[in-house]
């Protein structure tokens, strides 16, 4: 369910989900403010929010892959977080 918490960036709207619809107003369409499932830009949403986050707890992306962040606390101590997907470690 991570990715249901993206935040969209671009201007999206969709049809009304079934069950959903109001009634007599079911020509009218959704404007999307987050992430739902099966939808492309979920998974980049999610990461970007994500990303923004981790920055804001003093994490840096390695320069050398952009799914592990790391954090120097001291000189000697280094917290480093690894991201595959939705999954951390």
């Known amino acids: 369910t991570a990715f249901l918490h993206g935040y969209i960036v671009e201007t999206i709207y969709m ?9 007599g107003k079911e020509d009218l369409y959704c404007l999307l403010k987050k992430s739902i499932y099966r939808f492309g830009q979920s998974p980049r949403c999610w990461y970007r929010r994500f990303d923004d986050f981790i920055a804001s707890l003093g994490f ?3 320069s050398y892959d952009m799914c592990v962040y790391i954090n120097s606390t001291t000189y000697k101590d280094k917290v480093y977080l690894l991201l595959y997907v939705d999954d951390m470690l």
């Open 60 to 62: 840096q992306i390695s």
């Open 15 to 23: 049809v009304q989900p079934k069950g959903f619809e109001v009634q």
